[in-house]
Every structure is written in structure tokens, then in C-alpha cells.
């Protein structure tokens, strides 16, 4: 029997003997459904979510700060997971500690077909930002992620929002993307209506 299959039996017995599925397996606070999430086993993970108790684990995050269910499935890219997820009634707009969201993490991932059902699911692409500004438009723009940015854009991200917090340099996404060379994210942010005129304070490039 291997992991999945022995991880399937496992949560198959507990919720049919009524254990408790939202009780944390390890020290890091993991919860089974964590897990199944994160390994992309969705036969398990739906097994998970027909047991009682699970809703409260569904946004349950790790005590390091690895996030709940959703957040480690999205930045995993188990797009199959990710929305059962979401069917279940995860928050697409859960945060960790650092700001960053599920459609953060997959937007920096490049995982574009995750974005896309957090996006219709409801995830926030304007207001979004973690602790040192960044959105998910400006992180998958400096990866060189096009898919997501092209499909960010389609969602009404703000294409010129700059990192705004006191320590950063008041980058855009179109000017992260043109640092380190990524053209066709530049062709798209530019199309998307994207201005070339914003400036880094500290250096006085355009």
C-alpha cells in the first residue's frame, strides 16, 4: 500500500469511526486535510470534507504559518483540489501573516489555472497586498509569470499599483517586469494600459 493509499484508508476509517479530522496530526498544527491538500489527494480530501467538524479546519492555518488548506493547495497548483476547496466554502482571501493570499501565492507560482478559479471564485486582485506592498499583479509580473498577469489584467488588477510602504521604492509591476527582462510581460502590461512614466526614487529610472 502506498502513502495515498494508506492516507485514503486512514481518513476513510476516522470519519466513518467519527474521529475528530480537524485534530492537528503534528507539531506544526497540520491538520489531515492540510495534508491531503497540500499532496493534491483529492479522493482523500473529499472524504475529509464529508466527515463532521471538518468546516472549522477548512480555513484553519499551520502555527508556522504555512497557511491553511487552500492557501498551501494554491501554491502547490492542485487546481483540482483548489476548487473543491472553494466548493466547500474556503475563504479565497484567507492571508498569512505577511499579506500574502492564495491568489498571491499562485499568481508568484505561475500557476494559472488556480488563479483563474480563485479569481471567478471571488478573490480580491485590487485591494490584495502583503506587508512589503507587493499584489499578486506586481509578483507575477517580476517572476515573468504572463499567463497570470494576462489573466490578472482581464480581472481588473491595477496595473500601475506600486509597492506602498515606506521601504520599498515605489516599483510597478511593469517596471519589476522590465528589470529583469521580461518582455512579454512587459507587452502585456503595456497593452493592458500600463504607464512607462513612474520613476524609483532612489535610483531616478524610467
Known amino acids: 500500500m502506498n502513502r495515498y493509499q494508506t492516507l485514503l484508508s486512514i481518513s476513510t476509517c476516522a470519519a466513518t469511526a467519527g474521529a475528530d479530522v480537524g485534530k ?97 471564485a471571488g478573490a480580491d486582485v485590487i485591494r490584495a497586498r502583503t506587508t512589503d506592498g507587493g499584489t499578486p499583479l506586481f509578483i507575477a509580473a517580476n517572476r515573468g509569470q504572463v499567463d497570470v498577469v494576462a489573466q490578472l489584467i482581464a480581472a481588473g488588477a491595477a496595473v500601475d499599483a506600486t509597492c506602498a510602504t515606506s521601504t520599498t521604492d515605489g516599483d510597478t509591476p511593469l517596471l519589476s517586469a522590465a528589470f529583469r527582462g521580461h518582455v512579454d510581460v512587459v507587452a502585456r502590461l503595456i497593452g493592458g494600459g500600463a504607464a512607462g512614466a513612474y520613476t524609483r526614487p532612489l535610483f531616478g529610472s524610467t
Open 24 to 120: 492537528a496530526l503534528t507539531a506544526d498544527g497540520s491538520t489531515p486535510l492540510f495534508i491531503a491538500a497540500q499532496n493534491g489527494h483529492l479522493h482523500v480530501v473529499e472524504r475529509l470534507l464529508a466527515a463532521p467538524g471538518v468546516e472549522a479546519t477548512l480555513d484553519k492555518g499551520t502555527t508556522d504559518d504555512a497557511g491553511p488548506p487552500l492557501f498551501v493547495a494554491s501554491y502547490m497548483g492542485r487546481a483540482h483540489v483548489v476548487a473543491r476547496l472553494i466548493a466547500a466554502g474556503a475563504n479565497v482571501d484567507t492571508a498569512l501573516a505577511t499579506g500574502a493570499t492564495p491568489l498571491y501565492i499562485a499568481a508568484q507560482e505561475g500557476h494559472w489555472d488556480v488563479a483563474v478559479q480563485l479569481i471567478v
